[in-house]
């Protein structure tokens, strides 16, 4: 992949064109949101416009054609590689990109062009169990097409969010590789939420509760949950661990939820008690 970015890294026309074949390719849109990212991180806002519109103007054509998530995670990679580039922390990064994606969902962003309307008659049709159930929540007084457009939209935007985060990370990776190597492992393993940044998810959790904005409290524990991630490399990595011992911890975090509570938990507790700190100052 290092061979990709060094190709890219050529100058503008190489990286122009290598966004706009990634994002026009299906299922590829990812590699052209991180070379738009490295761009950005490497040479500033300004310089990378033509290499993000690049990525943008095929993106916009699939949004055409009903699939969002190209265009809104190049949109969210790039105002998370700003970030990242002008203020130098991850967690300042996640925390934009988890608003941005809250703001999507509640702007309805990743709900189908026709509403839900017609997908819900769609699913009554092709299962009797699922009408029941529709029927039943509607007997409760709940608007099963509100619901469902609050389901579809918050998935939608925690998959697009967490793929921004990963093609961020890729592209972070890529700059560490070419001009500052072993730097974005160091980098990555001392991502750290700070008391205040935590307060402001918080609060921002909070409000969104009480204004019904049900878009934040969808996002806003991501970036606590890949503070927690950066904990756990950062403890295998002080300690010396074999490298099988993150592929165990994946396969946990993707197939259970109780893991994802107990990363989110230490991510928490790191926040106050500073775990690797603590570590490193032992050794």
Request: with cysteine; net charge positive.
């Amino acid at each position: 992949m290092l061979t990709i970015a060094r190709w890219v890294m050529r100058g503008t026309p190489h990286a122009v064109g290598g966004a706009v074949v990634a994002t026009l390719i299906p299922w590829l849109f990812w590699l052209g949101a991180a070379i738009a990212a490295l761009v950005t991180l490497r040479r500033g806002l300004s310089p990378a416009l033509p290499v993000i519109l690049a990525a943008a103007v095929p993106s916009g054509w699939w949004w055409m054609q009903g699939d969002v998530i190209p265009l809104a995670s190049v949109l969210l990679v790039t105002l998370m590689a700003v970030v990242l580039r002008a203020r130098l922390r991850w967690s300042e990064a996640l925390i934009a990109g988890a608003l941005a994606g809250a703001v999507m969902i509640q702007l309805g962003v990743f709900l189908p062009p026709q509403g839900t309307g017609e997908m819900l008659a769609e699913l009554r049709q092709a299962s009797p169990e699922v009408a029941r159930l529709l029927a039943e929540l509607t007997r409760q007084g709940l608007d099963t097409e509100q619901l469902a457009a609050l389901l579809i939209g918050g998935v939608t935007g925690l998959m697009v969010l967490i793929a921004a985060v990963a093609c961020l990370a890729l592209a972070r990776s890529w700059q560490a590789g070419l001009y500052n190597p072993g730097g974005f492992r160091e980098e990555f393993h001392a991502l750290r939420l700070s008391p205040r940044e935590l307060a402001v998810l918080v609060v921002l959790g909070v409000v969104g509760g009480v204004l019904g904005l049900p878009g934040l409290g969808m996002l806003l524990w991501v970036p606590l949950l890949v503070a927690g991630i950066a904990l756990v490399h950062g403890f295998i990595g002080l300690k010396g661990m074999n490298g099988l011992w993150l592929v165990a911890f994946y396969l946990l975090l993707i197939t259970t939820w109780p893991m994802i509570l107990i990363v989110l938990l230490l991510a928490f507790i790191d926040v106050f008690a500073d775990i690797r700190g603590r570590l490193a100052s032992r050794d």
